[in-house]
């Protein structure tokens, strides 16, 4: 039994749902970095130490912890793995050290560290955080190698820093482009093998992003929980306080509109029929002038129009 549940692991873990080629994490280091196969090789050791460190520490220390609390905990605790790594890369090979570059410390930030501490780690014990981390770095170390290994050789020519004399290198697969195209074709091929011969698995499950989101909304709950004080030692449900805080910033707009309305109205000119006398201006004075013309106006018009049919009905 122990020994079916181990296999089911390596392949769910490794093959099945690849973190590199079918959950698509942690792939700026190997497009950036594996080039060659020391370098591939290096940075799937330090991945893989990293993982382990991360999920067993997690599932030991963290799972009391909020969410929001453990993701800059997993890359102190990434910065606490690469760190002694670049320097011996440093002192031991300058060439190694000046191609990962940046690279290097960056990966105390992996994606792949947080992403499988928050789905495995705080939900399972330390001997199933250990059997992941163990997998899921074994899974993404060997895509990494093939792909320096065959980088190396299409690239540069040559294997291991071994000039294997061939007539035709393609440089192009030394750039960040190469890397990418090569990544595609390999999980392209990888769904097809799992396709074909573990119809039951579902590959596309590594793009599953609904714990992700459930994850989100756990911590943005929490942090909300934290902001919210409780009055009068008064036990008052979350849901209750948010409603709270709906209805306060429902009246804080209700207010500023009546405010700006209320400005409006002061700019408006009132009409001259109900402005109080006190209150009149040059401005109301005016409009009655203008008022006691258009009503001249209209009056002489009616008079001209009753005198010609005046003279009309004498003809």
């Not at 089911?8 to 590199?20: G, K, M, S, V, W």
């Not at 792939?27 to 060659?36: D, R």
């Not at 690469?82 to 011996?88: G, H, N, R, S, T």
Request: hydrophobic share 40%.
């Amino acid at each position: 039994m122990k020994n079916k549940a181990t296999n089911q692991n390596i392949r769910r873990n490794a093959i099945t749902i690849n973190p590199l080629l079918l959950e698509a994490v942690g792939l700026c280091p190997v497009v950036a970095i594996a080039t060659t196969l020391k370098s591939s090789a290096i940075l799937a050791v330090i991945t893989l130490i990293q993982l382990i460190v991360s999920e067993l520490f997690t599932s030991l220390f963290l799972k009391k912890i909020r969410r929001y609390w453990r993701v800059p905990i997993y890359f102190i605790l990434g910065i606490v793995v690469v760190f002694p790594f670049a320097l011996i890369i440093y002192k031991s090979n300058a060439e190694i050290y000046n191609q990962f570059g940046i690279f290097l410390p960056l990966m105390a930030i992996n994606s792949l560290i947080a992403l499988h501490c928050e789905r495995v780690a705080v939900k399972n014990n330390p001997r199933d955080s250990f059997n992941d981390a163990l997998f899921v770095g074994l899974g993404y170390g060997v895509i990494a190698i093939v792909v320096g290994i065959i980088r190396e050789v299409l690239g540069n020519g040559s294997f291991a820093g071994i000039e294997l004399k061939m007539p035709l290198k393609f440089s192009t697969m030394l750039l960040p482009f190469g890397g990418i195209m090569l990544l595609g074709f390999m999980a392209a091929g990888l769904k097809t093998i799992i396709y074909k011969y573990f119809p039951n698995e579902n590959p596309d499950k590594g793009f599953d992003t609904s714990e992700i989101h459930r994850s989100l909304r756990g911590s943005i709950r929490e942090m909300m929980a934290d902001d919210f004080e409780i009055e009068n030692g008064e036990d008052i449900s979350l849901a209750e306080q948010i409603k709270e805080k709906e209805v306060k910033v429902k009246e804080k707009k209700e207010k500023k509109k009546e405010t700006k309305k209320k400005k409006r109205q002061e700019k408006e000119i009132p009409s001259t029929r109900t402005r109080p006398v006190e209150d009149r201006t040059y401005l109301d004075d005016f409009f009655d002038m203008l008022e006691e013309l258009e009503n001249t106006k209209t009056e002489t018009k009616e008079n001209a129009d009753m005198q010609e049919h005046g003279k009309e009905g004498d003809d």
